[in-house]
């Protein structure tokens, strides 16, 4: 696919509002629905627009679900691959999921981001918000939909990791979506881990994928792939550090039914709603706001047009900043000089937060590029 031309995949936040307070939220979603969110009509014009490129589309927020006519916009994405993301409150309700279902949603997905209430509750800003989760994704496998877990690693939640993977295990989700938190919105740039604790997170990640059942990706984290690549050629050469020895003791003595043979979901592997490496934000994907505001991503707060004033595919196409991000030869620093940069090219949106630029190199990697694997990666 030529992601220059049309993107591969895009996140379309139908609307702002929503009932909970995440900490780490890029929305600052309110309660209420915002007045100038687009209407229903506007919305039927958006998805025909879509439609010529016939991307993965995940509806996103705030909360899908605080928007009336949620279902009225599902149906009219009939026949296109969706997906969507919702929180984990009384909203999600039994008939709503049979609706999804119904609709030929491909996938939902949930936010779990600490294995007990105390930790997921605290971070979400609401109580009783885990529970919920939890008996939403039950019910999901009851009816016959496709589940994800979407988890946000932060400072505070590393080492609890281990135990988000076993509940992604013991509720038989078809994917667990790692996401490396972007200091944007709500996220403060003290939530996010050091560029050691990102290797061995991802790392572990690896490990996860190749000896459990769960398919793993990662969410702005992109070396994730540069990991993956490395280590499947066995060419991997950066030492571990403590935080992956200690995250990989979780691994040890799983039960016999987890240890079996993965046929979907890391690299080079394909699955219902694969992914391809390569894409980052601007290359290959964008986000529609409730707005109609069109961002390379949701984490990179820099406008390339609107929806009501130019058409997808003029923004995706002319817009400077995608031109820019569309090319990796574009990149600065170290991502510039990298052999990896095809498939990873790091984290657009935090090299923006933390430098200003969102063409500067990813300032949560320790890889050092080395002509040595030039050949090995082309």
Not at 265 to 274: F, N, P
Request: include cysteine; hydrophobic fraction near 35%; charge should be positive.
């Amino acid at each position: 696919m030529d992601f220059k031309k049309k993107p591969f995949i895009v996140f379309w936040e139908v609307t702002r509002a929503c009932l909970l307070a995440c900490k780490h939220c890029r929305a600052k979603a309110q309660t209420k629905p915002h007045p100038d969110e687009l209407k229903l009509e506007e919305c039927y014009d958006l998805i025909d627009q879509l439609r010529r490129w016939n991307p993965l589309v995940i509806v996103t927020g705030g909360d899908p679900l605080m928007r009336r006519d949620l279902f009225e916009i599902l149906e009219y994405l009939d026949g296109m691959r969706v997906a969507i993301a919702f929180s984990g409150t009384k909203l999600a309700t039994r008939e709503k999921l049979e609706k999804m279902h119904d609709l030929g949603v491909a996938r939902i997905a949930v936010s779990i981001d600490g294995s007990n209430p105390d930790i997921h509750d605290h971070f979400r800003g609401r109580t009783g918000t885990f529970e919920m989760s939890m008996k939403i994704l039950d019910l999901a496998r009851e009816i016959g939909l496709s589940t994800q877990i979407n988890t946000t690693v932060t400072k505070h939640n590393i080492f609890d990791l281990p135990n988000i993977m076993k509940i992604c295990l013991e509720k038989k989700v078809d994917m667990w979506d790692v996401f490396f938190v972007v200091p944007t919105g709500r996220a403060k740039p003290e939530l996010m881990p050091s560029a050691r604790d990102f290797e061995d997170v991802m790392c572990w990640l690896y490990d996860v994928s190749r000896r459990t059942p769960l398919n793993v990706k990662s969410s702005a984290g992109c070396h994730l792939r540069r990991i993956e690549f490395m280590r499947d050629k066995n060419i991997y050469d950066i030492p571990h550090g403590k935080t992956y020895y200690e995250l990989s003791k979780s691994l040890e003595g799983l039960k016999e039914e987890y240890d079996r043979k993965i046929v979907a979901g890391a690299y080079g592997r394909s699955m219902a709603l694969k992914r391809i490496p390569g894409i980052t934000d601007g290359r290959g994907m964008f986000f529609i706001s409730h707005v109609g505001d069109v961002y390379p991503s949701g984490f990179l707060p820099l406008k390339a047009g609107n929806v009501r004033e130019k058409s997808l595919d003029e923004i995706y196409n002319e817009s400077k900043i995608f031109q820019d991000l569309k090319d990796p030869n574009n990149l600065k620093g170290k991502c510039g000089r990298c052999q990896f940069k095809e498939i990873c090219g790091g984290s657009r949106a935090r090299a923006y937060a933390v430098f200003g630029d969102y063409l500067m190199q990813e300032p949560k990697c320790i890889y050092t590029p080395s002509k040595y694997f030039d050949k090995v990666v082309k």
